[in-house]
């Protein structure tokens, strides 16, 4: 499976973006998905993850009511709407899939499939 990531770029304070994730190679349907995003300098965090039923998802404190992902199994792609962005939302954002969530959930290294980041550029 390859993983693409797009949809980052440049926007204000309190604007939106929405960030698409398409898989190919394999139905991504088998798969839980998440989000992580890296800031410079900083670890590599948690922001969202989506059962691959999309029935269940889990979002990171700090993005939970801005944030908010979900999956398009048809299309092989999962998104993630972020709204009310703010300065500290500055980071590369990749997607990653897992055939277990638990995985994603953990934020372990040991993911099945990373893909490439997007930036996304939050100005003040």
């Known amino acids: 499976v390859q993983l693409q990531a797009s949809g980052g770029g440049l926007v204000q304070a309190g604007g939106s973006l929405r960030l698409s994730c398409v898989a190919s190679?394999?139905?991504?349907?088998?798969?839980?998905m998440g989000w992580f995003r890296q800031a410079p300098g900083k670890e590599r965090e948690f922001v969202a993850a989506i059962s691959w039923s999309g029935g269940s998802t889990y979002h990171a404190d700090s993005v939970k009511g801005r944030f908010t992902i979900a999956r398009d199994n048809a299309k092989n792609t999962v998104y993630l709407q972020m709204n009310s962005l703010k300065p500290e939302d500055t980071a590369v954002y990749y997607c990653?899939?897992?055939?277990?969530?638990?995985?994603?959930?953990?934020?372990?290294?040991?993911?099945?499939?990373w893909g490439k980041g997007t930036l996304v550029t939050v100005s003040s």
């Open positions: 190679g394999r139905t991504l349907s088998a798969y839980a």
């Open positions: 990653a899939a897992d055939s277990a969530i638990a995985t994603i959930l953990k934020g372990s290294s040991g993911m099945d499939y």
